[in-house]
């Protein structure tokens, strides 16, 4: 029972980490494919992105791989989470849309 209060934290440390970096990945998508620079958006937010998890994931599993691996569970858990939030889920056939800076 002490165990799963030792893990718990780690499990809701995944969840968010996930939904910093899937809502990330959606935000630079959106914000990208209207840019006049969108290699600077995905680049720059792939690297600010996938820094802050593993450094989150470091600072969660303080050396020990079982809260890393809750973590990785919960970070898994929070894309669906994402995906609906976002909307994706209710539509996922929907046409792209057209860059407003293409020829």
């Not at 980490?17 to 630079?28: D, H, R, V, Y």
């Not at 994402?82 to 020829?103: K, M, W, Y």
Request: glycine residues 10%.
């Amino acid at each position: 029972m002490n165990e799963i209060f030792m893990i718990m934290p780690a499990l809701v440390t995944g969840i968010l980490l996930g939904a910093m970096f899937f809502g990330g990945l959606w935000w630079t998508i959106r914000k990208g494919l209207s840019s006049r620079q969108p290699a600077f958006w995905f680049i720059g937010s792939l690297l600010l992105r996938t820094c802050l998890t593993l450094a989150g994931f470091y600072v969660v599993s303080n050396g020990q791989w079982e809260r890393l691996l809750v973590c990785l569970v919960g970070f898994t858990i929070a894309r669906p989470i994402v995906t609906r939030f976002t909307g994706l889920a209710d539509n996922p056939n929907r046409p792209a849309q057209e860059p407003s800076h293409a020829p």
